[in-house]
């Protein structure tokens, strides 16, 4: 009883693009360190990085935890968080280290629940419509791969959008069983908007309050997002439908034009070409407003953590965006703004810290004073992501400049000069 962690070490991995946080909780006596991993993951890696990052940084991992990982966190199933989990057919792979580790306690969105029927209701407070978002995600994760296919098609500079962010959300099809597995061997929690956790025996005296992803009766937002892509997906339909009729033509059909010419590719009249292009990139921007509206819907069932160690409270969102976290902040505003770590939400992208969050942290401050707001930042210079030239780039260049001026940040960025693996930060927790 009454067993309390005294100080908290904080690993930030250098993965560049992507998430990786172990949380190492110290105690005084017989209870030893306690260890909580969020996420590993990277879709691009940092500049200077050496050998293969990941099963680098996963074996770092195993030698601070030792024998057994206590909680590991998977905020969402996007390959920048989840792909460390990743397994090997030669059981060498980096998800194969992570559970030999043993992991107690798998925490996952609830729209992870793989063996949910399909006419799931949802967890304990559930609603009718939480079986057919998942439902929507898996079909999401199709028409993703389609797209993905099709992109071979445009123009390099759309190519590679469509695919660097398509990608995300795909490929992890090992990972994304590695951690239903682990689950099953220890324990899973499938969570929601406060769900309780079963961490008190795992990591004695921190307490956690999930505040994210919102059921889809919790959030009605959420359902009409999905309607959202459910739209996209009928333009997909359609798509579709042109994408055939384009492969019957090109095996000498003539149904959609009867008597038109056909031509070769490379082999276009002169006259035609400047068209071609033109109709490849409108395609090619279609495809990348649909990749993206995928990648936003997965963002927000993002796990979002509050977690109470000592007189410290740790805000761990995954990558959650509006939708997810206005419903946090209408139910736990009051909680968050006592927040002395914010891990930066989506690598910094534009759209991940509301303003309303930033506005509640009541640690902000110029000063550099003992309370001051710490604010740890997982991103990469030049991301692939956005664009500067239509300032959506990530990190956002006006957020890196709020965090700067009004918290005390760290960012994994510092490691991109040395290519060192990891960087460290220590807290100090009062009872
Ligand atoms: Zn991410």
Not at 58 to 72: F, N, R, T
Not at 139 to 155: H, K, N, Q, W
Not at 211 to 217: H, I, Q, W
Not at 290 to 304: F, P, Q, Y
Request: net charge positive.
């Amino acid at each position: 009883m009454g067993v309390k962690p005294t100080s908290l070490t904080i690993r930030a991995y250098g993965v560049g693009f992507g998430d990786c946080f172990l949380l190492t909780f110290h105690y005084d006596g017989q209870t030893g360190d306690r260890h909580m991993l969020i996420d590993c993951g990277t879709t691009q890696r940092p500049p200077n990085a050496r050998g293969n990052l990941l099963d680098a940084v996963v074996k770092d991992i195993a030698a601070v935890v030792g024998q057994q990982l206590h909680v590991l966190v998977a905020t969402h199933r996007h390959a920048d968080h989840i792909n460390g989990f990743a397994t090997r057919p030669d059981g060498k792979g980096p998800g194969d280290r992570i559970a030999a580790l043993n992991p107690a306690l798998v925490i996952q969105p609830w729209t992870e629940k793989l063996d949910a029927p399909k006419d799931w209701k949802g967890p304990a407070t559930g609603a009718l419509h939480d079986g057919i978002l998942t439902t929507s995600l898996e079909s999401m994760r199709r028409v993703v791969e389609a797209s993905l296919d099709e992109a071979d098609s445009l123009p390099a500079s759309l190519r590679d959008e469509v695919q660097f962010v398509g990608d995300d959300g795909l490929s992890n099809s090992s990972a994304v069983r590695n951690l239903a597995r682990m689950g099953k061997k220890g324990r899973a929690a499938y969570v929601r908007f406060g769900s309780r956790v079963p961490t008190a025996k795992l990591l004695p005296g921190v307490r956690i309050s999930v505040l994210g992803p919102p059921t889809v009766r919790q959030k009605a937002d959420l359902a009409k997002q999905k309607s959202t892509n459910r739209e996209e997906y009928w333009h997909f339909h359609s798509f579709w439908q042109l994408r055939s009729d384009t492969a019957r033509l090109t095996r000498g059909g003539t149904d959609l034009f009867p008597g038109a010419a056909t031509y070769r590719p490379g082999d276009y009249p002169p006259e035609s070409r400047w068209f071609i292009g033109r109709v490849n990139r409108v395609r090619g921007n279609q495809l990348l407003r649909l990749v993206r509206a995928m990648d936003d819907a997965l963002n927000n069932t993002s796990v979002i953590l509050l977690i109470h160690a000592g007189d410290k409270r740790l805000l761990f969102p995954g990558d959650a965006k509006w939708e997810s976290w206005e419903y946090a902040l209408g139910k736990a505003g009051a909680a968050l703004k006592k927040v002395d770590v914010y891990k930066v939400g989506h690598h910094g992208s534009l759209n991940a810290t509301p303003k309303s969050l930033w506005k509640l942290f009541a640690k902000r401050s110029e000063l550099a004073t003992d309370q001051r707001l710490w604010t740890l930042l997982s991103t990469r210079s030049n991301s692939k992501h956005g664009h500067p030239a239509r300032q959506t780039e990530v990190p956002r260049d006006t957020l890196l400049t709020a965090l700067r001026e009004s918290t005390l940040l760290r960012s994994t960025q510092e490691l991109e000069p040395s290519g060192d693996l990891v960087m460290k930060v220590e807290l100090r927790l009062a009872p």
